[in-house]
């Protein structure tokens, strides 16, 4: 083999081998932009999920809020309706109690009404003493039954008729005034207990009035507001 053979076998070896290498760099370029592509691809999704929940949570806490404000506002509007209700229920009240104080401007009426609440006291006692307390302006009026409501609790309670005995150091409050009063007032009625003070029964009209509302009260508010509970 002379020199020029060699020479040409040295070069078709250069070549094969410089294509080789080029085939092998193209091998590696693709392979590494593949794999770039795939990382890239992964951290593109990875970067979506992670915004997809970040959008999610915020949405959640979104709604959450949502939630939180409009039973913040609901309870607010239920406390606003129910503290109205007790208004109108408190203003019927108080209506009805001013209408009591013309109870005790019938003389007779009330006359006959006193006796009635006197008797009805005895008989819750059946004490064979007591004390009675009123109001100031009633004490005529008192007196003028006493009598009389001692008898028949005589004959209903089938016992002797009790000693009553009429406070006159402590009455009962006075009547609650047109232009209104701070204090304590009365409407009528009677407070009747033993004489040693441990049982007492307290029929003044206010306190009628007061079991009474206390009683009827759920049947008030649902002949009131029935259509705006509805």
Do not use: W
């Not at 609440?117 to 004490?139: G, N, T, Y």
Request: with cysteine; hydrophobic share 40%; net charge positive.
């Amino acid at each position: 083999m002379n020199d020029a053979d060699v020479s040409k076998q040295i070069q078709q070896m250069v070549r094969f081998i410089r294509q080789e290498a080029e085939e092998k760099a193209n091998e590696i370029s693709v392979s590494a932009e593949e794999e770039f592509n795939i990382e890239k691809l992964q951290l593109f999704e990875a970067e979506k999920k992670k915004i997809k929940q970040d959008y999610e949570r915020k949405l959640k806490q979104v709604d959450i809020r949502k939630k939180i404000e409009y039973s913040t506002q609901l309870n607010a509007s239920r406390i606003k309706v129910l503290q109205a209700q007790d208004d109108i229920v408190n203003a019927l009240k108080d209506a009805t109690s001013k209408e009591l104080l013309r109870a005790s401007q019938d003389k007779n009426g009330y006359k006959k009404l006193l006796k009635g609440l006197i008797v009805q006291s005895l008989l819750r006692l059946k004490e064979p003493a007591v004390l009675l307390r009123c109001r100031e302006a009633d004490v005529s009026v008192v007196e003028s039954v006493l009598e009389e409501a001692k008898r028949e609790y005589a004959e209903k309670a089938k016992l002797q008729a009790p000693s009553v005995m009429l406070d006159t150091r402590v009455y009962l409050p006075p009547p609650q005034t047109s232009a209104g009063t701070h204090g304590l007032s009365c409407s009528g009625g009677v407070v009747v207990a033993s004489l040693d003070g441990k049982i007492v029964c307290e029929n003044t009209l206010d306190a009628r009035l007061d079991l009474v509302f206390k009683q009827k009260l759920p049947q008030v508010r649902r002949g009131l507001f029935d259509q705006v509970n509805a």
